[in-house]
């Protein structure tokens, strides 16, 4: 399910301070105990470690950072049509030619 070293292995030792509860149908808790005894784990820890896997991938998906289309365009004119450089710019770059120079 998860590799040893994701996210659900790095709380399984961790101290359990808080409870979640909840109603699930009959033909639910059945199918969550098979999927828990044909991965030999216990059904409170294939609930808990299913659930986090998905909320770790969800946030993850979620603060992906994705362009559209018009937001990719304005990114790549932005690059291609850069301004000239400024007058401090410049004379930044002097110096540290100077320096690199010496």
């Not at 030792?13 to 909840?22: I, N, P, T």
């Not at 999927?35 to 770790?56: C, H, K, M």
Request: a positive charge; glycine letters at 6%.
């Amino acid at each position: 399910m998860s590799a040893p070293d994701g996210p659900v292995a790095r709380h399984r030792g961790s101290a359990k301070k808080a409870r979640l509860e909840a109603r699930i149908t009959v033909d639910q808790k059945a199918l969550f105990q098979r999927a828990a005894a044909l991965l030999g784990r216990s059904l409170t820890d294939f609930v808990v470690g299913s659930a986090q896997e998905i909320a770790a991938r969800t946030v993850r998906e979620h603060e992906a950072m994705t362009l559209g289309a018009r937001d990719r365009e304005t990114f790549v004119a932005a690059l291609l049509e850069a301004p000239a450089p400024g007058r401090s710019l410049r004379k930044a770059a002097e110096r540290y030619k100077d320096a690199v120079d010496s």
